[in-house]
């Protein structure tokens, strides 16, 4: 369990994390998503005690990090892949940080197993390890002390879809044994596959959580219509907010009863209806973070270039 109680973190007049709550709950995976600098990193490392917080306070299972009694056992850390000691194998990284822990050397073994790094890989320096290799190594040294909790920073970077796919099922595994898992990722498809519960954050800010069902339930209804233009004035008329996708169609915030209702109150032929989905999502990370986003138009008009 991680709790994150009005979490707030500045440099100088910049508020980097703005009064920032949420929980990450045992048997879940919780995505935290959000555009680049939106805070997730620095959230993170408040979490570990490597940033010290403005205000407010996290806890892991109940304690500050700080105050956990061994926590290399309790708490899987994995900020910054390239954070580790170039000159050392993979091998003796992950022996070091056995012997710290207390921990047989025989699981030394058993991790690089787990991550897929091969004896000949694992004798390597790591300055000379791919991003995906070190990846799998900062994983394994998470999942070294075999924790409760599994704290990640944007793990699936530079990993291939072959190593996304482990990942993503290293996780749930975890997950499902009832451990706590938070990982970051400014990539809502890499999160959505694999998250249970969602925290948007966009400026430092939470801008939206729950789980995945509840946040794709809010994204309403998809309706395409030849005419979109006379369609988005009926909704607009009938009091549904509603604003065009990327794709052309347009995302109603009403169920699809009432939807299809006002199309066809209004002699709207309609020519797609259906509860938006994991496109529904899409459109909500953008519009949530839109504020955030800096280049929102040219990501909207990126989609649709590429659309056509
Ligand atoms: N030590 C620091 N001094 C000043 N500003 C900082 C510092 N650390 C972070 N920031 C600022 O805080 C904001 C949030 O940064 P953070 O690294 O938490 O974002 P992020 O969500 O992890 O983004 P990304 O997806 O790019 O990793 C950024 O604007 C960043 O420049
Ligand atoms: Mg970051």
Known sequence: MITVESLSKSYGSFVAVDDVSFTARPGRVTGFLGPNGAGKSTTMRVMVGLTAPGTGEVRLLGRRFADLPDPGREVGVLLDASAQHAGR?????????????GLPRARVDEMLERVSLTPDEASRRVRNYSLGMRQRLGIGTA??????????????????????????????????????VLLSSHLLHEIEVVADDLVVIGNGRIVAQGTKEELL????????AADGAALATALGAAGITARPTSGGAVLAEADLTRVGQTAFAAGIAVTELRAADGAGLEEMFLALTAESQRETVNHTSTTEGAAA
């Open 89 to 101: 194998t993979g091998r003796e990284i992950l022996t070091i940080a056995a012997l710290t822990m």
């Open 143 to 180: 999942l070294l002390g075999n924790p409760e909790v599994l704290i990640l920073d944007e793990p699936a970077n530079g990993l291939d879809p072959a190593g996304i796919r482990w990942m993503r099922d290293l996780l749930r595994d975890f997950a499902d044994q009832g451990g706590t």
């Open 217 to 224: 339930a809010g994204a309403g209804t998809l309706v395409r």
